[in-house]
């Protein structure tokens, strides 16, 4: 079936760096995955939607400039949370469409970012 | 009109018991409603899901009831056990699109 793997599980980074989080689609070609924010006790929130070979298309009220985001081939998007912010601290979640998946998508296990 | 309201946020329940898990929504342009599961640190995985041209769909212990009028769809876990312990998640979505917008939650915990 349809396997998405996220790396790291989880990072800890200090204020001011720059923490990059890798998803990868292992046994299919995604062109599209979609990053979700998800916050202790809270539900997924879509950040934004990345497409590979163009640039991504940003929820409302995400910062694109903060949250970049390169899907520079079929089996790999990157996330790179820059100069973070202890608020930036949550639980990340990419998935990617395949047909074959129950329901169409595969959610990676996700990174939990900690910044200190 | 993009929410969807789920409740409760949290059940306890003994093992064998029933849990029920409730939510609504407003958009009627939504025709695909699935149900994720959610362990501690690892990402949803999708549980069961359904359209509204049924009223009811089972798979194993899991079962979504949907009542298309009142735009509202539950899931029921018959015979619970303390492995179902985790994070419930629907979600609804328009056929076609991407986008699926997840109810709140409702972190279960099932007793032994």
């Known amino acids: 079936g349809a396997v998405v793997s996220q790396h790291p599980s989880r990072v800890i980074c200090k204020s001011g760096t720059s923490v990059k989080i890798e998803c990868r689609s292992l046994d299919f070609q995604a062109t599209t995955m979609f990053w979700y924010r998800q916050f202790p006790k809270k539900s997924l929130m879509l950040m934004a939607t990345?497409?590979?070979?163009?640039?991504?298309?940003?929820e409302q009220g995400v910062e694109k400039d903060k949250f970049l985001i390169n899907h520079a081939s079929l089996t790999l998007s990157t996330l790179t949370v820059t100069s973070a912010h202890p608020e930036d601290s949550s639980f990340y979640i990419c998935?990617?469409?395949?047909?074959?998946?129950?329901?169409?998508?595969?959610f990676g296990s996700g990174t939990r970012l900690t910044v200190v | 009109q993009q929410q969807v309201k789920q409740s409760p946020q949290s059940l306890i329940v003994q093992k064998g018991g029933i849990p029920i898990i409730n939510c609504a929504y407003e958009?009627?342009?939504?025709?695909?409603f699935p149900w994720y599961q959610q362990f501690p640190g690892k990402g949803p995985a999708l549980l069961i899901a359904i359209r509204p041209d049924v009223s009811e769909k089972k798979e194993g212990r899991f079962t979504i009831s949907f009542n298309k009028s009142a735009k509202q769809f539950s899931l029921h876990i018959m015979d619970s056990q303390p492995g179902d312990s985790a994070t419930y998640f629907c979600a609804a979505a328009t056929s076609g699109t991407y986008k699926y917008i997840f109810g709140t939650g409702t972190r279960l915990k099932v007793l032994a």
């Open positions: 998935s990617a469409y395949e047909d074959s998946a129950p329901g169409g998508y595969t």
């Open positions: 958009n009627t342009a939504f025709d695909y």
């Open positions: 990345s497409n590979e070979g163009s640039k991504a298309t940003y």
